[in-house]
């Protein structure tokens, strides 16, 4: 009796083994498709911070693709050296106007 519960016994963990394992000539899991980053930040107006919190990149193995963290990186960089420079326009803009209605005051 001991010895049919023993080979029942491995009998059950090979099988099981096999079952986990993938024993058969068909995959246990397929392989899954990278992530891909759909960029979802807008083309059509100015990256807004609504839009950074909602920006969530792919995670690779270890971490996160170099490469899209390259792209969004740049594509912010590029937003915020834009917006730096609409200021300092503005401000410029505003200096001088202000600095001719002094002049104009001085006048009067």
């Not at 059950?12 to 992530?35: H, I, K, Q």
């Not at 792209?71 to 600095?99: C, F, P, Q």
Request: glycine share 8%; charged share 25%.
């Amino acid at each position: 009796m001991f010895w049919f519960l023993l080979i029942t016994m491995v009998v059950v963990v090979a099988a099981v083994t096999l079952a986990v394992v993938g024993g058969g000539d068909s995959e246990v899991l397929p392989d899954v498709a990278p992530e891909e980053l759909v960029d979802p930040l807008p083309a059509t107006r100015p990256v807004d911070r609504a839009d950074v919190e909602a920006l969530r990149l792919p995670v690779a193995v270890r971490g996160y693709r170099m490469a899209d963290v390259d792209d969004v990186l740049v594509r912010l960089g590029a937003e915020l050296a834009e917006r730096d420079a609409r200021i300092s326009e503005l401000e410029e803009a505003l200096a001088g106007s202000a600095a001719a209605g002094g002049q104009e005051d001085g006048r009067a």
